[in-house]
């Protein structure tokens, strides 16, 4: 949906689709961490090098799922807005 198009206030429609966003962005983050998760717990040779790989990929995507939840509509709403600014300096509308 695009609420923008809509009508929706910037704020209001990059929260409305954080919301929307949220459910899929965790279900996959849930399902590859806990794909992961023997590696993270890996024992017998090579292990090390297994445990240090799973770490870096379970806590990556912890972060990515934090930031994709978090900083992401706000980063949208600030281009949104930029955006909405410099069309309209340029492209004013004619009543």
Known sequence: MDYRKQGVPILQAAQEA??????????????????????????????NSRKALGAAVVFGMAMNAFIGTLFVPNFWALMQTLNEKISAKFHPKKS
């Open 18 to 47: 954080g919301k929307v966003r949220f459910r899929p962005i965790m279900m996959t983050a849930l399902a590859f961490v806990f794909g992961v998760m023997p590696m993270l717990f890996a024992t017998g040779p090579g292990a």
